[in-house]
């Protein structure tokens, strides 16, 4: 039939999807396409707003005012829906200078929390100058809640987010009593991602206790004073990190934090180490007797400019207590220039030999990458040793550099001569920027 109009025709709920797949703004001009799309874009479920990106067709200069401007009409845009709005994201700037739209913003909140049902909300402020104070108090139905340099205040008698099972918590302000609060009336989380906390007042002692989490990330910050898991039995993947401007002020409460979280985790199969924590190891005494039974993954950062024999006993003391590891991934970091002669003797010294004791080594240990900003031979060299003389069962150890250095024939040379254990063990280098790789078969 010539001329029919077939997308219209389509299901209501087709063409809602189809909406939802275009910018708001382009959403919004549909309505002139026929009678029955008029009010069509009113039923969008999904929405991500960025006045960056200028998704609503607002053409105004970037001025103080200009923040305040693009959040009315953010909230002349959301007030005709017909809701419920499932999935709202919102990508924003609240700077000092601007005082109309922090209360903007949670007049459209509550505007929200009237259309119902919201699952899933994101706030990502983009000015580190001002957290804007959040209050969430009746988003019952949320699943996914991801907050951005804001600060958040839950409301007296707050009852929880019992269908929340995911929570993300980027430079985000709030009380000691309030994140305990948030954790254990939250029941049903299975991921707590990126949780970089700031303390409203007094420093911050947070105790976690989840029956379904799965996926922890924890970045510890200057508002920390003490962290603990009393009970996470479902707990496969951590991660811990730290916050940029600890790395030069590192303290033995750090490293105290650091142990306990780890000590506390050591079910896990998956473990990651955020920069300089075997430096965080290696500030306390590791005579601990526990082993990470069910690792079976483990990350860690090692910056080449600190290095140090305290350091590699941290690093030995994991590799021990990981007698079922399978894979390891060592990104290095660091130029190691003003003392590379001395990081070069002690690793030699110490790796460049066979080791005992080292069940996973012995039995699982199958892949390794080590990771480098640049190509440094002796460095990649110094580090492969340990896995290539000592892994009886590894199948490949990974080189990965950024940059474009060229791979010398000393570096080969070098690697060729070693003499591997495993008669399986290959060695790839890679060079991410180029996507080029040489393989070496490493076979006796």
Known sequence: MAGADRISLLPLEIKISLLSRLRVKDAVRTSALAHSWRHLWTLLPCLQLHCGLDRLGLVIPRDDRFDSLWMERVHEFVSPLRGPVLDFQLFYCCPDSDGQSIPLLQRLLDLLLRKGGVEKLLLYNFSNAYRVVISLSGFHALKELELSDCHLVLPTGFPGFNRLTKLLLVDTQISSEDINLLIHTSTNLTSLVNLTLIASKDPLSVNFSFPLLRCLQFCITDSVERVSI???????????????????????????????????????????????????????????????????????????????????????????????????????????????????????????????????????????????????????????????????????LKIVFATGAKVMPSMIEELQKLDLISSDAKVVIFDRIKKKKIILCMNN
Not at 233 to 239: G, I, Q, R, S, V
Not at 286 to 309: A, E, G, I, Q
Not at 319 to 329: A, T
Request: hydrophobic letters at 45%.
């Open 230 to 396: 009393s009970s996470a039995p479902c707990l496969e993947k951590a991660c811990i990190s730290f916050d940029s401007s600890l790395i030069n002020s590192m303290s033995e409460k750090l490293a105290r934090i650091t142990l306990g979280l780890v000590t506390s985790v050591a079910m896990v199969s998956s473990l990651t180490l955020g920069f300089d924590a075997l430096k965080n190891f290696s500030l306390v005494a590791l005579p601990f007797n526990f082993t990470f039974s069910r690792l079976r993954f483990l990350s860690f950062y090692l910056n080449m400019d600190t290095v140090d024999k305290r350091m590699y006993d941290a690093s030995i003391w994991l590799l021990k207590s990981m007698p079922f590891l399978e894979e390891l991934e060592i990104e290095l970091w660091g130029d190691n220039s003003s003392q590379t002669n001395g990081v070069v003797i002690l690793m030699r010294e110490l790796l460049a030999k066979k080791h005992d004791g080292f069940a996973c080594l012995d039995r699982t240990l199958r892949s390794v990458t080590i990771d480098m900003y640049k190509l440094e031979v002796t460095a990649s060299i110094t580090m492969a040793h340990i896995f290539l003389l000592n892994a009886k069962v590894l199948k490949e």
